[in-house]
């Protein structure tokens, strides 16, 4: 029983586009779910129900916010936040940065850690050990210890106040949490397959990209979104290593809407729906990876 | 049925290893390079290099200062507010675990089954993660209003005035109101890793298992769960180290108040390195931390680079 | 055990093997020269660069200003705007800027202990000379250069000082049957009492970061101890250990007890319960002068509607809390005369004109009554007196912090009044020796 780490993978592999495409083919038929169906819904509907503030926030007037308070019910309804939030967060410029770093960064991010992932889950590499401790401690390190040393190295590459110059320090500090996860599913691909593939000729770097990745979709889908997230998010570094205002993302733009005595608090949900909402959609269609059985044909059975 | 499978693989994994052993080698370090290379230079390095400070009194912005050796890791122990955080850490780490992973595990598995609506409900579970502090800390703030928020109007609707508190603004369950956001927004993270391990349990093995009599709850303490024991790790151990470093959640919240009822390591170190200027003491508090989290890492990272394990 | 190293070198040099090992990706053959010192061997630079933390509504009459004084003075200026970082977020990025590179030539930055660490890291220009070169002593508020002033060198040039008083809400106080502005404490807690019995709450105050219930602390030990002895205490020169203190947690505590303020409002975020003196929800709260513009004219209503007072102490000279914010010069700038040169001009009554500035430093700037009546009240009365420094200023963060946290064990019942002094007077004589 001690092995059952090993079941998952070894019963996966021959079925993995069977069974999800199977699952869906059968669902309608079945009866039944409507009851989990209505308490997850109800769960849901008490989940999201914090977020009625940020929209009531965001469609009504900021005297009025003001001189009824956050709680109160809107006596007034508006769109003019979201048109008034789009000139102050200066989203027509850091929308673009935000998106060209994610473009940057997400993909190189999740490659090089897939492939380093693969090095230590299937390659056995030399001081994979210690590789690992080293990996995993990058988790604990606080961005704000390191940002005077990354200030100064940055600068030296003339790096400063550049969206390109902040993918060296984003992939750094992605790095840790990428190569776990990948590494944590590479490592219950069986070892069987890799030496097949090796039967028929194949080489590492093939193995890697037509084996390896394909099977991996779903934690590889998995990490992207949760590293889009992050970069989409990330404040600290964006504040310190970017100056100027043609040069600044979402989260430090943001900061337009917060003044020394007072927050435009009508503005700030507003600016903050603008932000998300990509985010979100693009996770709608993101998920489907995961789960939707979009893995089918990716093994040659 | 799940042990039926095993014999066999087992032994061709034990023949595979062996083979394996021709890989490696170059090819293992041109994979590992590029991401090595990135890590070293922009996270190795500087980590190192403020490490040294740890050991100095440098206030965090004089061009100079004197080395102290050990002095700020021996002071520690007798800061009360480095002993309050700890305490606080443990609380905190060992309830922001166990709620978001057991919700989110229970999600996942409901939101792999026969549920209508599925992209939608996986999408609210989620959206809390994506949201930015900020937005977290006003709308919560909101929510614990004692004279007009949500809660204790909630509570005192349902005839439990009684209960309504100052839930931010007294020692005693400051540290608990923050938690029920974090919860809230961390279920969707061991939700997407729980997901997308599901992806690998075949149906089949719960088809035989209807087939056999089992039960569902038969079914998921022996297919589903073992089947997800690697997932569990990764969940687990990430979620600890996220749990432990616990910094910016806090400080938007509460500021580490009232008084220092809900700082953690996290937020002392970044009152002492930044506010206080202070930044060899704050620094040392970051070298303890690692150094936990080193000790706490240790089982984790000898399962994932044993063998197999058989 | 104690040799001093110079930090900079440290990191210049381990940058410098790191970029080495690079030189290949990089193709750069400059060294890494981020100490900066002697970086500019040149005749001094026309290129100035300003870090400030203007909202988004001034930013653009700030850069037409410095647009300005470029034109007259054959300098290129940048600007680079931080807003609505607030006092937490802003100096960790100059600190960064400073340390990692050569930084801003001149920069805004509040007065007293924040301020202060720039100084004593000799990161900031002692401006001695240019205060006389310009006349910066007779133009400028002197309880305001006080707040720039730093173990005697004038290190930073104020170009704003705000007051705190109290702000209410005129309906509110009609209705509770209070007929003038109250003149002493006594009269204060009265008026307290009756808008109690009124339904109203009292004071709108805001626990959360401690800065906000310690403007109601200060008050009352500056009615407790009067402005002598409560500079003394400021300054660590004498106990905190004493009656007068006792008196001030006493009191502060009593407010709490009677229900003076909201409850809970240790939890309270200021920016939320601030606004409810306009909302009507509470009767007054303890601010300075931009709520005229921030609160009352962002909820679109009429200031005339509103009082401000100054918070009565019984004590003369009658004095009010206060902070200051001004300009520094980077010790390391290209150029620090046309650095002050540009600060002069920032100080001038026509640029605070035209820069809104509401509370300016120099004569001559005051706020459109028209635009402002209260806030312009507040300019030719309270304003015109002394001030104290207010306490989050007065002490460094970390003192500060202990002392927001000596108000909230004694607001929830932990310690007594008499143990608040003793622990105050730990906390500030551990600072003041050091």
Redesign the interface.
């Known amino acids: 029983m001690s092995s059952s780490a090993e079941v998952a993978p070894v019963a996966t592999l021959p079925d993995a586009h069977v069974a999800p495409s199977d699952e869906l083919s059968r669902e309608p038929k079945r009866k039944g779910g409507i009851g989990i169906t209505i308490v997850l819904t109800l769960v849901a509907l008490l989940w999201l129900s914090p977020l009625v503030l940020l929209v009531t926030t965001a469609l009504r007037p900021l005297s009025d916010f003001v001189a009824n308070g956050a709680l109160s019910w809107p006596q007034e309804w508006t769109l003019q936040n979201f048109a008034d939030a789009w000139g102050v967060g200066n989203f027509a410029t850091t929308y673009r940065n935000s998106l060209f770093l994610l473009i940057l960064k997400v993909p190189l991010g999740v490659l090089i850690s897939a492939m380093l992932a693969f090095a230590l889950a299937k390659l056995r590499l030399r001081f994979g050990t210690a590789i690992m401790f080293a990996v995993f401690l990058g988790l604990t390190i606080p961005i704000y210890i390191t940002i005077v040393p990354v200030f100064v190295l940055l600068r030296s590459f003339g790096a400063i106040d550049s969206i390109p110059g902040l993918v060296g320090p984003y992939l750094a500090f992605g790095i840790p949490f990428e190569v776990l996860v990948l590494q944590s599913f590479f490592r219950q691909l069986p070892d069987e397959l890799i030496e097949a593939a090796k039967m028929d000729g194949a080489g590492p770097w093939r193995i890697f990209f037509t084996l390896i990745l394909p099977l991996s979709t779903p934690a590889l889908v998995t990490v992207f979104i949760l590293d889009a997230v992050a970069t989409w998010n990330e404040f600290l570094f964006a504040l310190i290593l970017l100056s100027s205002d043609a040069n600044k993302t979402i989260p430090v733009g943001l900061l337009n809407f917060q003044g020394q005595f007072s927050n435009n608090n009508t503005g700030l949900a507003a600016g903050i729906l603008i932000a998300v909402v990509p985010i979100l959609i693009a996770y709608i269609f993101l998920q489907r990876w995961i789960v939707g059985g979009l893995t089918a044909g990716a093994t040659k059975g | 049925m799940g042990t039926a499978t095993l014999e066999a693989p087992a032994v061709d994994a034990a023949v595979a290893r062996r083979r394996r052993r021709k890989y490696g080698g170059i090819h293992a370090w041109l994979f590992a390079l590029p991401a090595l290379a990135v890590y070293l230079i922009f996270l190795v390095y500087p980590a190192l290099s403020s490490l040294w400070f740890s050991f100095t009194d440098w206030d965090g912005l004089s061009p100079t200062y004197n080395v102290v050796g050990l002095e700020n890791y021996i002071n520690m122990p007798k800061d009360p507010v480095v002993i309050q955080a700890l305490i606080n850490n443990i609380i905190w780490t060992v309830i922001t675990i166990v709620f978001p992973v057991v919700i989110g595990l229970a999600l996942a598995i409901l939101l792999n089954g026969k549920v209508r609506g599925k992209p939608v409900l996986r999408l609210i579970f989620y959206t809390p993660a994506v949201l930015p502090l900020v937005a977290i800390a006003s709308i919560w703030g909101w929510l614990y209003n004692p004279d007009y928020g949500a809660i204790n109007s909630f509570l005192r609707l349902i005839g439990l005035g009684s209960l309504a508190q100052p839930w931010l603004g007294q020692d005693s369950t400051a540290l608990a109101a923050v938690m029920v956001p974090a919860i809230w927004l961390r279920v969707g993270f061991p939700m997407l890793l729980y997901l997308a391990a599901l992806q690998g349990i075949s149906q089949d093995m719960y088809e035989a298992a209807t087939v056999d009599g089992a039960t569902k709850s038969q079914q998921f303490w022996h297919i589903t769960m073992p089947s997800l024991r690697p997932a569990h790790y990764i969940v687990l151990a990430l979620s600890l180290i996220d749990s432990f470093k616990v910094f910016d959640l806090i400080y938007a919240m509460t500021y580490g108040g009232p008084g220092t009822a809900t700082q953690v390591m996290g937020t002392w170190m970044y009152f002492n390195v930044f506010q206080y200027y202070q930044a060899g003491y704050g620094t040392a508090i970051a070298v303890v931390i690692t150094i936990i989290a080193i000790a706490v890492s240790i089982p984790y990272v000898r399962s994932q680079t044993k063998e197999h394990a058989v | 055990?104690?040799?001093?190293?110079?930090?900079?070198g440290?990191?210049?040099l381990?940058?410098?093997a790191?970029?080495a090992g690079?030189a290949a990706c990089?193709g750069?053959g400059?060294a890494?020269a981020?100490a900066g010192q002697g970086g500019t061997s040149a005749p001094a630079s026309n290129n100035l660069r300003v870090f400030t933390?203007e909202?988004?509504?001034t930013i653009d009459l700030f850069k037409e200003q410095i647009a300005k004084f470029d034109a007259q003075a054959g300098t290129t200026t940048t600007v680079?705007?931080?807003?609505?970082?607030?006092a937490?977020?802003y100096?960790?990025?100059l600190?960064?800027?400073?340390?990692?590179?050569r930084g801003p030539d001149v920069w805004r930055i509040w007065g007293g202990q924040i301020g202060a660490?720039?100084v004593?890291?000799?990161?900031a220009l002692d401006l001695t000379p240019y205060y006389q070169k310009f006349g910066w002593d007779s133009k400028i508020n002197t309880d305001a250069i006080g707040g720039m002033t730093f173990e005697g060198v004038k290190a930073g040039v104020p170009f704003i000082a705000r007051g705190i008083g109290a702000w209410y809400n005129q309906a509110l106080f009609e209705k509770a049957g209070i007929s003038g502005e109250p003149a002493s404490y006594a009269e204060l807690e009265e008026a307290n009492e009756k808008l109690l019995a009124a339904g109203t709450t009292p004071l709108a105050t805001g626990?959360?970061?401690?800065w906000h219930i310690m403007r109601l602390y200060e008050y009352l030990l500056e009615t407790s101890a009067g402005p002598e002895l409560h500079d003394k205490l400021l300054k660590g020169e004498e106990s905190w250990d004493r009656p007068e203190v006792v008196t001030a947690f006493t009191n502060f505590k009593k407010w709490q007890d009677k229900k003076w303020i909201?409850?809970?409002?240790?939890?309270?975020?200021p920016?939320?319960i601030?606004?409810?003196y306009?909302?009507g929800?509470t009767a007054y709260t303890i601010t300075?002068q931009?709520?005229e513009v921030?609160?009352i004219q962002?909820?679109?209503?009429d200031s005339a509607d509103f009082g401000v007072f100054q918070l009565p102490t019984d004590h003369t000279p009658l004095r009010y809390s206060g902070f200051v914010e001004g300009y520094m010069i980077n010790a390391r700038s290209g150029n620090p005369d046309k650095s002050a040169e540009l600060i002069d001009f920032i100080v001038q009554p026509d640029t605070q004109k035209a820069l809104k500035v509401t509370s300016s430093t120099v004569a001559g700037a005051e706020p459109d009554p028209k635009e402002l009546p209260l806030s312009y009240e507040w300019s030719q009365g309270p304003a015109k007196q002394p001030f104290y420094t207010i306490q989050d200023q007065a002490f460094?963060?970390?003192v500060a912090?202990q002392y927001?946290?000596?108000q909230?064990?004694l607001l929830?019942g932990?310690i007594t009044p008499e143990e608040a002094a003793k622990q105050m007077q730990d906390a500030v004589s551990a600072w003041a020796k050091g």
């Open positions: 055990m104690t040799g001093t190293y110079t930090r900079r440290f990191i210049g381990s940058a410098a790191v970029a690079l990089t750069g400059t890494p981020p933390y909202d988004t509504t680079d705007n931080l807003p609505g970082s607030g937490a977020v100096p960790d990025k600190r960064t800027e400073l340390l990692g590179g660490p720039f004593t890291a000799k990161q626990g959360k970061y401690g909201p409850e809970g409002a240790l939890g309270l975020d920016s939320d601030e606004p409810e306009v909302q929800k300075g931009w709520t921030q609160a962002a909820a679109k209503k460094p963060k970390k912090d927001f946290s000596i909230s064990d929830q932990k």
